[in-house]
């Protein structure tokens, strides 16, 4: 995180901006690092949430924190932004009008190409560096829609929401509603053959995994009666007839550690 908020100047090259660091539950040292970086900086501010959920957090912000602005840039604290990234978004924004958000496009990892060229193609957010117009918070805000609680993968859903123009449904043909910023990048540190990179593999597969059979379910619902149908925590939308039509995906090593979420998504129903 303080990589992070050290790289923000470049990010911004010159332009002004405020901070809202979101520490939504971590077992860390962040919210004592982010406190004592933002004593030293005015424009940091520091909102440390009882729950540990993301979706939430995006909710706190979305709702409650976030002021008027023309652009709003969400990233993870864990990523670096490339120098003028924050601009590269608004750029985005200037040639195509009709957005709601603007991606960001990778620097790291083994698929970074691969990933590229999909967010091109597809036109989707990764939830790492992204940025949303001001209008589209404003809908979000007046329509009061928001993410379920609990769920997995808010920039997924959230491109699903800009895709079919804030409707739901099963008429995703609005791409132009997602920019691609061709000058804004992030960069993380990859995963080494370690036994700490190792245990963050693990449970990265098993939230891969949670968010995987999340949304087998909770599309098929938003596809059939739109936004509406979102739930308020993704918990609502395992019943027992929803989670007896999941199986496990037979590729490894998704397989193993799916028939594990699904055992849990199980012993949730029979309670």
Same mark, same amino acid.
């Given at each position: ?5 050290? %790289? ?14 979101l ?7 962040t ?19 009882? #729950?540990?959920?993301?979706?939430? %957090? ?19 604290g ?6 003028a %990234? ?22 790291a ?21 992204? %940025? ?12 009061n ?27 995703d ?5 997602i ?9 993380f ?60 995906r ?14 849990? #998504? ?6």
């Amino acid at each position: 995180m303080p990589r992070c908020l050290a %790289a923000l100047d470049g990010a911004a090259a010159g332009g002004d901006y405020v901070v809202h660091v979101l520490e939504n539950g971590s077992r860390d040292e962040t919210a004592r690092v982010a406190r004592a970086i933002a004593a030293a900086d005015p424009r940091i501010r520091v909102h440390e949430l009882a #729950l540990a959920d993301k979706s939430n %957090a995006w909710n706190e912000y979305a709702h409650r924190i976030a002021g008027e602005a023309d652009m709003h840039v969400f990233i993870d604290g864990d990523i670096q932004p490339s120098r003028a %990234a924050f601009k590269s978004l608004a750029f985005a924004f200037e040639g195509s009008p009709r957005a709601y958000a603007a991606a960001a496009l990778p620097t790291a990892g083994r698929s970074r190409k691969a990933w590229a060229a999909r967010l091109f193609r597809e036109h989707y957010l990764s939830g790492n560096l992204y %940025a949303i117009s001001g209008k589209a918070l404003s809908i979000f805000r007046e329509r009061n829609i928001r993410l379920p609680v609990g769920s997995v993968g808010e920039d997924g859903l959230l491109s699903y929401v800009f895709v079919t123009d804030f409707k739901g449904g099963t008429d995703d043909t609005h791409r132009d509603r997602i920019a691609v910023a061709a000058g804004a990048f992030f960069e993380f540190d990859p995963l080494g053959a370690n036994f700490r990179d190792l245990a963050i593999y693990r449970r990265r597969l098993k939230r891969y995994s949670k968010r995987y059979f999340q949304n087998e379910i909770l599309y098929a619902l938003l596809k059939e009666k739109g936004l509406a149908a979102l739930p308020d925590r993704i918990s609502e939308i395992y019943t027992a007839e929803n989670v007896a039509r999941l199986a496990p995906r037979f590729e490894l090593p998704n397989y193993f550690v799916d028939r594990e979420t699904l055992r849990g #998504l199980k012993s949730l129903t029979a309670r």
